[in-house]
């Protein structure tokens, strides 16, 4: 498949140049076709009976497997969610953590990880985002360590395999910004969230949890997909690997769709988007923007411009070229994909430039 014909799938691309998937991802045809079916089925046939039933079971799985192959993960070390914010919730609440224990994260977090710590009665150790930092602030209460593997601010790439094996503490990883963006293997990373509406280029509202040993880890959140026998107080038998984990019912036509997503993607995805990172950090010119100098570049590209960010977004926005800020940072963010063309860079330069 040529790089314009894997382009052609989405229709928005020939109108402005979207370089904003580290919040949402462009869709193809073939996504919003394949949840088109699902709800056309839905509405013809209902949402009833055991066929239908076990036709979504079908589809979850399929949808787990599509998402443990992209990490190199056994699919039933994978749980569904409806975003990464799920996923580090569930891991926080499951450890049972109290006031005598301490998580070790970084400046750099997102509220979707973040929250979760901030509800968790542990005691929490902010670093700033370096590896010898990370490392430096483990303790003997550290019960985890919670950091994101691609900062949502500058867009650096931690090494957080080398982070686990070097300090022995588990690890929690936010993946929003790297699963489907880079290469991620889950390999050596105890709990690893996924976003599908980002970079994989899914539908909203879904994610992954990926769970090394899932009989560890103690459900927290308990949904009905949590056990396979219950009792009349409440007490269960928890299903099977990491389904136990699952906190939501997924529409079928949202699970056909990120699945489809995650099939159609190029094999040469992560090389050019790794190219066309690197050449917009080229393009941007000294003067009016200072780059983010990141020692780990990913596909996130930040930039500190002259003006106010808003400004800058605003006028990107106008001219078709869509970017976001980053809040109380001054920086404004350019998510570079796969489908990211020349042109789009060179528009986005102009604008920069101007």
Known sequence: MTF??????????????????????????????????????????????LPWYDHVSALRQAAREEIAGLVGAPADHVALTASTSDGCA?????????????????????????????ASPARIVVVPPE????????????RLIAISQVLWTTGDTLPVAEIRASTGIPLLVDG???????????????FLTVSGQK??????????????????????RPSYFSQVAYEPDGSFTPRE???????????????????????????????????????????????????????????LVSFRPRTAAAEVVAALARAGVVVREIPRTGLVRVSVGWWTSDDDLDRLVAIVAA
């Not at 949890?209 to 880890?217: G, H, I, M, N, S």
């Not at 529409?251 to 993607?265: H, K, N």
């Not at 080229?282 to 020692?295: K, S, T």
């Open 90 to 118: 569930i891991v926080v609440a499951g450890l049972g953590l109290s006031a005598r224990d301490e998580i070790v994260t970084t400046t750099d977090e997102h509220f979707g990880l973040l929250g979760a710590l901030g």
């Open 199 to 220: 970079w994989l280029c899914g539908p909203d509202a879904t994610g992954a949890l990926v769970v090394a040993e899932p009989d560890t880890l103690p459900v927290a």
């Open 241 to 299: 690997g990491a389904q136990r984990f699952e906190p939501n019912w997924i529409q079928a036509g949202s699970l056909a769709a990120l699945a489809t997503a995650i099939r159609e993607r190029p094999e040469w995805a992560f090389a050019r988007a790794a190219r066309q990172a690197a050449r917009v950090r080229e393009l941007l010119p000294p003067v009016p923007v200072d780059v983010a100098g990141v020692p780990r570049p990913s596909t």
């Open 131 to 142: 590896p010898e930092r990370i490392v430096a602030a483990v303790g003997p209460r550290t």
């Open 4 to 49: 314009e014909e894997a382009r052609a799938r989405f229709p928005v691309l020939t109108r402005v140049a979207y370089l904003n998937a580290g919040t949402f991802g462009p869709l193809s045809r073939a996504t919003i076709a394949a949840a088109a079916r699902e709800t056309e089925r839905d509405l013809h046939e209902g949402r009833v009976g």
């Open 176 to 190: 929003a910004q790297s699963v489907g963006a880079i290469p991620v293997a889950a390999d050596g990373i105890d």
